[in-house]
């Protein structure tokens, strides 16, 4: 990556200061790019999901591995719930979606709370292990809340063996003008559902898979307590990847975590954060970092830069960080701030391996809390910083109360904010189709065929808050 006008700006910049200058580039489709990363986490997009407990759970791990990135589930998780995830993660079929399973006998009340949980909008009724019926928030409306999912399911209108092509699955639909098919099993049994979209992500996306075929996930870990005995289990749990994770990276006590950590031989990356300096990236590797995730303060939950004045604009912090690691041979994650897909595609033309992204993936049907309206009938998730005071509160919860007290004083983040699902993409499956355009196009415009190119060849402009504002579409007239 170089600067338009030279050596690089005195101060430091974020991602709204920046801007990538078009050039000549003989990659004929924003399809010929390649997506994948070169860090050793096996993903093929550079997506990572945050590892907050609002965000992070088994459902969002499922539906972004399936499309080729990683989620890392919180280090507040308890262990044994982490393993059960990573169970169920990895017996997840690479193209059919896990479906809200129902009995006959379940009413429409509880059909009507467990939809939403699914972007298809949709359940299916199971007898016996195989699929008898599905049913739509359609098929609910103006229906007795208790009675039986059975007396308002339609049958399947598209039921496929799950060997089916998701080309084919794609026709079948149209031809039927269905929206959901339903796969099964040679014997029958419910094996998942696929909408239109699916199966066209299908032909475009490719899982993140383990090599035994399972997708993968990962996990994180703190740095207080027994780092290496938690690191153990998960690695145990069969994590593919191990994230040790505190506010200040660059102290002693994430140092002694990280070569514990180091000493089990981990045979899958480890990442390690949060630093935004050369000095503290070159420190974590050394202590066993393959990967260094960086960004103090960015993040939406985030109110450490207003407590402490601590923390470095996100774009510059993740330049000289992806430098430092790569002079290593190491590889750095930008963690944090990310609220458009030029921001991707901006840490990508920085040097970084892979994206981080919490609070944006917080307002969608996959992260883990319950959907709810607003008094304008506008749905959101609530979401909530992991160094909140309500995630101090949970993570200390088996603590004396002296210690909670104590803990509980050190707030840097929101307990509860409220985001919105976009009508138009509410699920975070809509929002990675908008990202992967978004920097596909981005590498075709500096001429980049993979994001190795992309940080080769992107040329990065500085500019003003008018030139940012220019950027900006608008809704209405300006008159
Ligand atoms: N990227 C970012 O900007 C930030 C991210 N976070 C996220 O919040 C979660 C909780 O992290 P964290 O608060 O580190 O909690 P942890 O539970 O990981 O504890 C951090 C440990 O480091 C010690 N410590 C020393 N200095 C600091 C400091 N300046 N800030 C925080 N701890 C310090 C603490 O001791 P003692 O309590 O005795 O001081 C404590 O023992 C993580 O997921 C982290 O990534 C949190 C803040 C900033
Ligand atoms: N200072 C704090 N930082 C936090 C907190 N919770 C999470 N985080 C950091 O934010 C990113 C995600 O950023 P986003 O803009 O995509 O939401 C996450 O990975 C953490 O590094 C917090 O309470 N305080
Ligand atoms: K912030």
Redo the contacts with the bound molecule.
Sequence with gaps: MQFLDGPSPTHDLTYDDVFMVPRHSAVASRYDVDLATNDGTGATLPLVV???TAIAGKRMAETIARRGGLTVI??DIPVPVVAEVVRFVKSRDLVFDTPIALTPHQTVAEALALIPKRAHRAAVVVDGGKPVGVVSEADCAEVDRFAQVRDVMQPPAVLVPSTTDPRAVFDALDDAHAALAVAVDRDGDLVGVLTRTGALRATLYAPAVDPTGGLRIAA?V???GDVAQKAKELLEAGVDCLVV?????H?D??LEALRAVRALDPQVPVVA??VVSADGTRALIEAGASIV?V?????AM?T??MM?G??RPQFSAVLECAAAAAELGKHVWA??GVRHPRDVALALAAGASSVMIGSWFAGTHESPGDLMRDSDGRSYKVSF???SAR??AN?TSTESAYDRA??GL?E??ISSSRMYLDPARPGVEDLIDQICSGVRSACTYAGAASLAELHERAVIGVQSTAGFTEGRPLSTSWT
């Design positions: 945050a590892n907050m919180p280090q994180a703190g740095v207080n994770d505190t506010a200040h990276g102290q006590r994430m954060g949060n995730k960004g103090v303060g960015p993040g985030c450490t830069r402490t601590v923390g963690d944090g910083g992991m160094a995630a101090v993570r104590r803990k050190y840097e983040g």
